[in-house]
């Protein structure tokens, strides 16, 4: 049979998998249910399962007759490094299979993201979607460009023209940034559920008109009684103060502006009572007190629902404003690639049931970050067979939209379904078995998981190269508690008492510096810890995910490189001399431009353009029109690095004014000089430039093709 085939020669593939299956993915392996949720724990080997079931598929299919056996399965993941690293795991199944042929398809294979997936079908039905077959897709870091561009535009157009640009303005003042985060997380939730913008309602406001009337009613039916009460200092205070506010109440009603009157009718909420006195006294002021917090609440639902208003305006306008640009540009975002598929599905079920057709099985692993408009595309293609793999304890996407309710609804159904099945993966083979026991405790405890935890079992032991002493325990906790800390400083103390505890550990010989890693919740308290280790006396060496780009060492590389590549990237060279290797400062920097402050000219658009820093040593010439146009003789800059700097003609030093010669010839004209002047130029000071003119512009070298215009050189962008 395929499937024990693929299992007797996965487990004789030496070191590329651990020999044999435990009874839970035995299990997943050769499950034949329609539908099959696997469960599977941090550490449980899913990529193994996977890859096996899709072997083994593959080999299932192959053996029936299917034509075309490595498109008959669909393998989704979450990211493009985990969809590689499956490739390579299925290519190398294959080949300890004895199976080179097949080895060498598996790049056929339909194993990628959601968002590949999609991008796929949207290519080969894009005339039906209406979408250029040629549309680009936008990675994340255009994305967040383009989304950042088009809430500008749409802010600035709703302070100028909206009906609520008064609020859209308040709101931008109180903090952009907050702004645009939820306005365009607003978007982001809409799309993760498959709606339209348009689709977004506001809940209308209570209406605080109708408070203030009750409130009326009530001070008329209970004041008189408050007189009766016996005279104290309280009860005199409370009752002048019922006074006044049932003498503002008419003037509050009558104020036209709802804005207004909402923020007046928010104010009445300082009028409430002091309840100290006798048990007659606190029923009559507790009345009255609950009267006003109804006035409060109703001035802010009002006052909410004009914001939120304006807010729906603001999301609508961006909305508009960032399908416009990506039309414009020809690209779509990953969303795009699930609502046109889904709107596929749609519109022509009969391409979703071909397509299902195709595939014995559809598989997903991450699915606990997947998410309602994802199941959407999924479920329709997958009628002949699905196995999800996925772990609620590992859902750490929720901030893009993920759901994991999706897993946990798929889970329920399998485990009450008799065509269905589920199965757990609960052995970890990673971690020591203390910690696995301690995680366990803690997530299994009615506060986080409870019964719905996945208990980790041991799987195997690991040696520790940190010497323990005998009875004492592998896991410590640290508990501060954040009541007690100075001025909300308890991350602060946390560092601190963390740092004390390495540094005993170390003291006493039980541990050394490399023995230890500290691993943050998130990279922006990480400063925080650095500082407190460093205090304690270590070296500290901090890096959080894909941080290795951002360290000071891999931007003075990389800045390196770029001025090697082309000692033209006036970036680049920058970056080189203000990182490590030229160690300037700003001011060193703004100096030198000052010293050096020949001004570049972009001939087209008469703004002053900066070209770059060039090392004395290495004259670069670069041809421009008919003649050679020698663009340093020494280390300087065209422009400056610093806005200030820009557009200095008179800081022109007099030697950049004369053009270099053409090949071959020995005479060079000094600017506004008559043509046929054949002075020699004089010897041109260190760091100047030397500049091609023709009639009255001059134009320093530009990486830019040069075109003819009028007997002049112009620079075409």
């Given amino acids: 049979m395929p499937v024990l085939r693929g299992v007797r020669l996965l487990q004789q593939g030496g070191d590329r998998v651990r020999t044999g299956f435990n009874a839970g993915q035995r299990e997943a392996v050769e499950s ?250 606190k029923a009559l002021t507790r009345q009255i007190n609950a009267a006003l917090e109804t006035v409060v609440q109703s001035a802010v ?156 079992e041991s799987g195997a032991s690991r040696d520790s190269g940190v010497t323990w002493a005998e009875g004492e325990p592998r896991v410590e906790a640290i508990v501060v508690d954040k009541t007690r800390c100075p001025a909300k400083d308890w991350r602060g103390v946390e560092a601190r008492a963390l740092a004390q505890r390495l540094r005993a550990m170390v003291t006493d010989g039980s541990a050394t510096p490399d023995d230890i890693v500290v691993l943050a919740r998130a990279s922006t308290t990480m400063p925080i810890y650095v500082d407190a280790l460093k205090a304690a006396g270590f070296d500290v060496i901090a890096a959080s995910s894909g941080g290795f780009y951002a360290t000071p060492e891999y931007a003075d590389v990389r800045a390196l490189l770029r001025v090697l590549a082309n000692p033209l990237d006036d970036e680049g060279v920058l970056a080189l001399l203000a990182g490590g290797f030229g160690g300037l400062s700003d001011d060193a920097l703004l100096a030198l431009s000052l010293a050096r402050g020949v001004r570049g000219c972009g001939a087209r658009s008469g703004r002053a353009r900066t070209r770059g820093w060039l090392p004395r040593t290495s004259p670069v010439r670069r041809r421009s029109g008919r003649r050679w146009v020698c663009c340093a003789t020494g280390a300087a800059a065209w422009g400056s690095p610093t806005r200030s700097c820009m557009r200095r003609p008179n800081s022109v030093p007099a030697e950049a004014f004369w053009s270099a010669p053409s090949p071959g010839s020995t005479s060079a004209r000094r600017r506004g000089s008559p043509r046929s002047s054949s002075a020699p130029a004089p010897a041109t000071r260190e760091g100047s430039f030397a500049i091609w003119t023709t009639g009255r512009r001059s134009c320093a070298a530009s990486p830019r093709r040069p075109s003819r215009s009028k007997g002049r050189a112009r620079y075409a962008s």
């Fill in 32 to 281: 034949r249910a329609g539908r099959i949720v696997v469960s599977a724990g941090a550490g449980s080997g899913k990529t193994r399962v996977l890859v096996q079931r899709f072997v083994d598929r593959v080999l299932e299919e192959e053996a029936s007759g299917r034509a075309d056996p490595m498109r008959s399965v669909l393998l989704i993941t979450f990211t493009d490094k985990a969809a590689g690293e499956l490739t390579e795991r299925v290519r190398g199944a294959f080949l300890d299979a004895g199976r080179p042929g097949l080895a060498r398809e598996v790049d056929r294979a339909w194993i990628s993201t959601i968002h590949g997936f999609c991008a796929r079908i949207v290519r080969r039905h894009a005339l039906e979607l209406g979408v250029d077959p040629g549309f680009g897709v936008l990675a994340d870091p255009q994305t967040g460009l383009a989304r950042n561009a088009a809430f500008e535009r749409a802010a600035t157009a709703g302070v100028r023209t909206s009906i609520h640009a008064g609020v859209i303005a308040e709101l931008v003042e109180e903090g952009v940034a907050d702004l645009r985060k939820s306005v365009l997380d607003g978007y982001d939730k809409a799309r993760s559920k498959g709606a339209a913008t348009a689709d977004i309602g506001i809940a209308p406001g209570t209406g605080y008109r109708r408070a203030v009337f009750q409130l009326s009613e009530v001070l008329d039916r209970l004041m008189p009684q408050y007189r009766q009460l016996p005279e104290t200092a309280t009860v005199s205070a409370n009752l002048a103060g019922y006074v006044e506010l049932r003498a503002a109440i008419p003037g509050i009603l009558g104020i036209e502006s709802a804005r207004e009157g909402a923020t007046a009718a928010f104010a009445l909420g300082s009028c409430k009572g002091d309840v100290r006195g006798g048990e007659e006294m």
């Fill in 301 to 456: 639902d009002s006052l909410a629902a004009e914001r939120a208003e304006a807010w729906r305006d603001l999301l609508m306008a961006f909305s508009e404003e960032y399908e416009r640009g990506k039309a414009r540009d020809g690209v779509l975002d990953f969303e795009d690639l699930q609502l046109l598929v889904r709107r596929l599905w749609a519109e022509r079920p009969d391409i979703a049931e071909r397509l299902g057709d195709s595939f014995a099985e559809v598989m997903v692993d991450e699915f606990q970050d997947t998410n309602l408009l994802q199941l959407q595309v999924i479920e329709p293609v997958s009628k002949a067979g699905q196995c999800v793999v996925g772990d609620a304890q590992q859902s750490i996407y929720r901030f893009r939209d993920a759901d994991v309710t999706v897993l946990d609804g798929k889970r329920r159904h399998a485990e009450a379904a008799d065509a269905e099945q589920s199965c757990r993966l609960t052995v970890n083979y990673r971690s020591d078995a203390q910690l696995l026991a301690a995680f366990n405790e803690l997530f299994g405890a009615p506060a986080f998981f409870g019964d719905d935890y996945l208990t980790l």
